[in-house]
């Protein structure tokens, strides 16, 4: 990130920005001061992040402090990270800590519209459910053995719904952009369930690879009877830009440079890291937005690109 930014000044206040939304958790004066330098060691170009780097950044004498911060001092992480969502407006198992997630969020009327998660997550029938008594739309990446209702059965495994599909069926589109260039596979769905509501639909959506025909990754969606195949193609896509933002996290804010062995330890150095890694991707969109607005030519008009009818 820093070389991203020419002025380390930029992040360096942006993050007292962010650490004055949620100064008000801390009773003392030191943890306040702790948590703000645990930030700006974690966005510091370290090779490692971990107690003694990130007390040696923060000019301290030892961890002392840093530990205190992560394991002993009272504070809440769930009222910070409520803090940092407002900040960044944006979003047991893994399942289970999914499912709290997005029940949050709608408990908190977060705005979003759809939900996507890979095959750890979508091959859950129980949450794939929960999401739909509660009409949230989702693509939830599934495996091959999963089964579905249809027509014709009501154990119908996903795979053997497109071998049989004419090939006009099939629709070579780009889920997004990748490290190499647009990822270009060929998509079809098949509708399942076909007795449910008249406004609403549901889909098994399938991904086959390009040079490898075998090679077919499968989805279940729920969603507006009126959506059409390139807009579940694009949240099907989507899920990748979360994994990269994770992976981003790591990389910059040490999201996994953790030393600690109690949850509570965890959950705030988890905490503290994407309040820096929000306050990096708020800082980067703008630099994107400026050097843009200093690019782009001024336009009095522009014509909508013709839209598949897929």
Known sequence: MGG?????????GELDVLHERFVHRFNREEPRRSALAYMRGLVAPLERKNGWTLAEEAGHA?????????????????EVLDDVRDYS??????????????R?????KVPFSWVTADAAYGYSKGWRFELEQADVFHVMATTRHDTVVTRWSIDHPVHDL???????????????????????FDWARVEVRPWHREDRRHWVLARR?????EDISYYIAYCPADTRLDELIRIAGSRWAVEECFQTA?????????????????????????AAHACLTVLRARQLDTDKAETDPPSSSTSASPKSDA
């Open 4 to 12: 991203d930014l020419a002025d380390v000044r930029l992040w360096a």
């Open 62 to 78: 030892g961890p002392d402090r840093i530990q205190r911060l992560l394991n002993r001092i009272e504070w809440d992480a769930d």
């Open 89 to 102: 407006v944006a979003f047991e198992t893994k399942v289970a800590m999914a499912k709290a997630m997005v």
């Open 104 to 108: 949050r969020a709608v408990a908190d």
């Open 162 to 184: 497109f071998p049989g599909l004419p090939r006009q069926k099939w629709k070579r589109r780009s889920c997004g952009e990748g490290a190499h260039g647009q990822r270009i």
């Open 209 to 213: 690879s390009v040079s490898r025909p």
């Open 250 to 274: 790591k990389q910059e804010c040490g999201l996994d440079d953790y030393q600690v062995r109690r949850y509570p330890g965890w959950h705030r150095h988890m905490t503290l890291a994407m």
